[in-house]
T-cell receptor, first 113, second 111 residues
Framework: DAGVIQSPRHEVTEMGQEVTLRCKPI?????LFWYRQTMMRGLELLIY????????DSGMPEDRFSAKMPNASFSTLKIQPSEPRDSAVYFC???????????FGQGTRLTVV | GQQLNQSPQSMFIQEGEDVSMNCTSS?????WLWYKQEPGEGPVLLIALYKAGELTSNGRLTAQFGITRKDSFLNISASIPSDVGIYFC???????????WGAGTKLIIKP
């Protein structure tokens, strides 16, 4: 398996624009997680899905953030409108049911100017 | 809430030295995970521990699940330049699969 695949690797956008980050989890994994990493706050869980259903979105900073998982092999994290403080590295991770070991993608480095 | 205290925050060592870092919690964990993150990459799972007292090795890395289930340590023997990175401990919350993360230990190897 190729592992968790994220795109794009880098994204630079202007404040106010919509940003969409994409993730393909490892085939067969039931859980998908979206994390944000910054120097100040470290790794923060934004939202996670189980069998394509959002379970806990309490980490989503505000209504500008939304995430979907239309099928078992694809998820998106959308920020609309984007703000400079959203600049961070966003990671997607997946894991097997009943197994806490999460496998991470390479991340998307987002810069909002 | 549950928190993981990871120490030290950073380490400056000479190549060939052994390294030790640890994580402690005020709550019991059933699983301890150790990850390594290199610049520009996502965290990579190094070792997973599932039983109190368990000692597991992965090459030059050794990790132990504390008997009290509230701590874990990671040792790296005979460090080499490619060991540079940030090491994180993590454990799942009781109620769900949400991982709680330590703040990381940054390992720097002096040339």
């Amino acid at each position: 398996d190729a592992g968790v695949i994220q795109s794009p690797r880098h994204e630079v956008t202007e404040m106010g624009q919509e940003v969409t980050l994409r993730c393909k989890p490892i085939s067969g994994h039931d859980y998908l997680f979206w994390y944000r990493q910054t120097m100040m706050r470290g790794l923060e869980l934004l939202i996670y899905f189980n069998n394509n259903v959002p379970i806990d979105d309490s980490g989503m900073p505000e209504d500008r953030f939304s995430a979907k998982m239309p099928n078992a092999s694809f998820s998106t994290l959308k920020i609309q409108p984007s703000e400079p403080r959203d600049s961070a590295v966003y990671f997607c991770a997946s894991s097997l049911n009943s197994n806490a070991e999460a496998f991470f993608g390479q991340g998307t480095r987002l810069t909002v100017v | 809430g549950q928190q993981l205290n990871q120490s030290p925050q950073s380490m400056f060592i000479q190549e060939g030295e052994d390294v030790s870092m640890n994580c402690t919690s005020s709550s019991i964990f059933n699983t301890w995970l150790w990850y390594k993150q290199e610049p520009g990459e996502g965290p990579v799972l190094l070792i997973a521990l599932y039983k109190a007292g368990e000692l597991t090795s992965n090459g030059r890395l050794t990790a132990q699940f504390g008997i009290t289930r509230k701590d874990s340590f990671l040792n790296i023997s005979a460090s080499i330049p490619s060991d540079v990175g940030i090491y994180f401990c993590a454990g799942p919350m009781w109620s769900n699969y949400q991982l709680i993360w330590g703040a990381g230990t940054k390992l720097i190897i002096k040339p």
